[in-house]
Structures are given as C-alpha cells and as structure tokens.
C-alpha cells in the first residue's frame, strides 16, 4: 500500500522471475573492467557526473559524497583515458553541508572552466566556481545548503535554458517535506529552473576578473502548474516535435503519476499523453533519445507497477509516432527486483544504432543491444561481482577512450543489516565501476 503522500517504494529484490516479453536475445557484447583505482566500498548514491576537471584532455569522474561517511565532501577521480583512476585529493571545497545526491559539471559563470552545480538531499542546490587547478568556492548569492531546507533534490541537469549562452540548473524535488509557514507545503515540490544574473568577464593574465562579477541566482517560472506537484530521481532532456525547443521527461516516485512527459510550447510546459503508461507505476527512470532514426526523440521508461498483490517491474519504450507515442515494451517480470536507472548507449560506435544499459535493484545491469532496425535485443547481464546486493543508482555511457564507443559508468549503494550477510545483502555498501563494452556485428 502506498503512503500517504502518494509515494511508494518496491520491496526488497526477490529471486529475478520469468520475462513476460518474448523479446529476441543475442550474444554480441562482452564488458571488461576499466575501474583500477575507483572505489570498491561506500554508499556511493544518487548520481555522478563524467568531464575532464583538470583540463588534461582526460575525462574524470565527480560524485558527491558517499553517503554516511566522514567528512562529508564531494570527491573528485582523475581518469587517464586507459581504465586507471586516481583520487584528486588536492581539490579544496568550502565548508558547507555536503551530502548525498546529484552533480553536474558545466562553466556555469561562463569564464571557460567547468564548474559543479550539487543537488543535496534534504538541503537544497548550490554552485561552485572552478579555478581550474581544483579549487572549488561558493558561486552566486541565493544558492545556500541547509538542514531542512524547503526544497530538496537528488537529481539535476545543467542546461542553456534560454539559449543565450548561459548555463542554468534544472532540479527535480526529491519529496514532500513538512509544510511551514513561509512555502503553505507546496514549495517542496517539483520542478525547479535556477538561472544566475549578472555578468560574465573573461579571464585575465594577471587577474581573475570574473571572479569579482556580482552574480545572484534567481528561481525562474517554468509558466506550467503541471510540474509543481512532481518530485522523483530522474530527468531527461530532449526534442520531441523537432522545433528545436527542450522537453522534458520527469522520472515520479508517485504512485500512478501519469505527467512524465511534457512539450515546452508557447511560454508553457504541456504534458503529454502517453497511452499505455503502467496505471499504477512509479517511474524509476526516464531517457529521451532518438531510438529509430527519424529524428524525433522517442521516450524510454523503468517503471515499477502495482497490480492488486503483485508487483511488475519493466522497461518500456514510446516510440514517437509524429505526436503521438507507441508504446514497445522491453522487460517486464513480476518481481520486487527494480529497474532503478537507465542510459542510452553508443556501443557500436553509431549513434544511429543506440543501445540501453539498465541497472536493477540487485545490482546488476541489464544490456539491450540495437537491432538495427529501431528496436533492440536482449543482451548481456552485467553480474554485480563485488556490490552484490548495492542498488544500482546511476548509469551513464561515455566514450571514454577516445574509441569512438561508449564506455559504461555505474554507481552502487546500499546497506546491510549486519546479522545475517546472505546472498543479497550488500555488504561493500556499493562501488564505483567502469567497463569497457565490445560489440560484435
């Protein structure tokens, strides 16, 4: 039964059940690990982000902090291009209430180097500045991480919103939280769009002038009231009428929330019906990608369904039929098993064959290859050798060794209860991990 507040939360994964989808299954990729110097241990939850911090021409891996670890700070791994990773243990960042949840990098303040936008479980979203050398200050006014803050988040985007060169931040709420008498209750939820005024200097030789430019951030008005009740752990951007303007799909932690995906028209967010979402779902994860090359960005969806006594997880994907949306589905079990976080990938090294990786609650991750045809086949499971048990929170798909393919990035967490370590009991607490994925034609 779900709670009050209209969110729900699976059980704990039970032994994987039977598909239910005939799905065609092939043998093609083969994963190895690209991971020497991440960490094996820790509660590494909700998500990551993947850039080059250090300006070597390397792409390195930022998490926020691992969640119940002391002290609470985010932390940086430079990669080489070559499957080794090492702490930056020289970066500084401010004395403020990091905790778990989101990171993205991007120049927000627009002097060239990439900064960090944090979105903090229970304590709001902040932005800091880069230097460049690892040093990481406050960005802006109005951004500020406090203990029961209003709005929390898990998971946030970085995004030209205006497209006038400015990078904003897109926040999704991460629950209701007690009303007060400054929000009435409602300020909790939702979707949040932060954008910074002020303007932008270039860097100079001898001083860092955008550093002194007054910066404030401002809450900006998405003109939709159909987002403000959302909150959940997943976002997506995209373009699903080829106008050129950003969608949007929003992952829900309510059960039977059907406004997952919405068209930016004229000044406002429209939600669009899409016929055979699950009825009672929650949606664990959401991507937007152009699936079968008709460039229209088609919707893909981990959901988990209550109907009656039992539970259904799945994938599915909404392909876009010129406005409209067929749904195809791609897993679907009756199990307690999640699929909890979802990517589209590149592992044939054409971005016109586009594969899905897919974490489970269990720890492993499922791999559909492209068919070639617009759809895909069931694959590899990836095992969860060494997080055995660690939800899967966060998958990304990066080509990471200049190969021209994707290279698959994964974090794990979760807790164990400390008195009987059973076979699904997560007893490393969870891991960072990175494989590289052969594909054979």
Request: with cysteine; charged share 25%; proline share 5%.
């Amino acid at each position: 039964m779900a709670p009050a507040n209209g969110s729900a939360s699976a059980p704990s994964p039970s032994i994987p059940s039977r598909s239910l989808v005939d799905l065609p299954s092939t043998k093609r990729f083969t994963v190895t690990p690209f991971d020497q110097g991440l960490p094996t241990a820790g509660q590494w939850r909700n998500g990551f982000d993947v850039a080059d911090l250090n300006g070597d021409g390397e792409l390195d891996l930022v998490h926020g902090p691992a969640r119940k670890t002391f002290p609470l700070r985010p932390v940086v791994y430079l990669g080489d291009g070559h499957g080794n990773w090492r702490a930056w243990n020289e970066t500084t960042f401010p004395p403020v209430g990091f905790d778990y949840g989101d990171v993205r990098a991007a120049d927000l303040d627009g002097d060239g180097v990439l900064d960090l936008a944090f979105a903090v479980h229970l304590k709001g979203v902040a932005a800091f500045r880069h230097d460049g050398r690892g040093n990481f200050s406050s960005l802006g006014r109005g951004l500020d991480l406090e203990v029961g803050a209003p709005f929390g988040s898990r998971t946030l985007l970085t995004t030209d919103w205006g497209d006038d060169g400015r990078q904003g931040i897109l926040a999704l709420s991460d629950g209701p939280r007690p009303p007060s008498k400054s929000n009435g209750g409602a300020a909790s939820l939702g979707v949040r769009l932060f954008t910074m005024t002020g303007r932008n200097a270039p860097r100079d030789a001898t001083r860092d002038a955008a550093a002194d430019a007054p910066r404030e951030w401002k809450l900006d008005a998405l003109a939709t009231t159909a987002l403000d009740r959302l909150f959940g752990d997943s976002l997506a951007l995209g373009d699903i009428d080829g106008d050129g303007k950003k969608d949007l799909a929003v992952g829900s932690n309510t059960l039977g929330e059907t406004r997952v995906l919405f068209r930016r028209g004229a000044g406002a967010f429209v939600p669009v019906p899409l016929d055979g979402l699950r009825a009672r779902g929650l949606v664990r994860s959401v991507a937007l990608a152009d699936l079968d090359g008709d460039s229209r960005d088609d919707l893909v969806v981990a959901y988990a369904n209550s109907e009656g006594e039992s539970w259904f997880v799945g994938v599915d994907v909404f392909f876009n039929r010129n406005g409209t949306f067929e749904r195809r589905e791609i897993a679907r079990e009756e199990s307690r098993n999640d699929y909890t976080a979802l990517a589209v990938c590149n592992f044939d090294g054409s971005r016109a064959r586009s594969s899905l990786a897919v974490a489970r609650d269990d720890g492993t991750i499922s791999l559909f290859a492209a068919d070639g045809h617009g759809f895909v086949t069931q694959d590899l499971r990836v095992p969860s050798s060494g997080h055995e048990g660690c939800r899967g929170y966060r998958v990304r798909c990066v080509d990471l060794n200049h190969d021209g393919r994707d290279e698959l990035v994964a974090s794990f967490a979760g807790e164990s209860d400390g008195l009987s370590e059973t076979d699904d009991a997560c007893v490393s607490q969870g891991a960072l991990k990175v494989w590289t994925v052969g594909a054979s034609l």
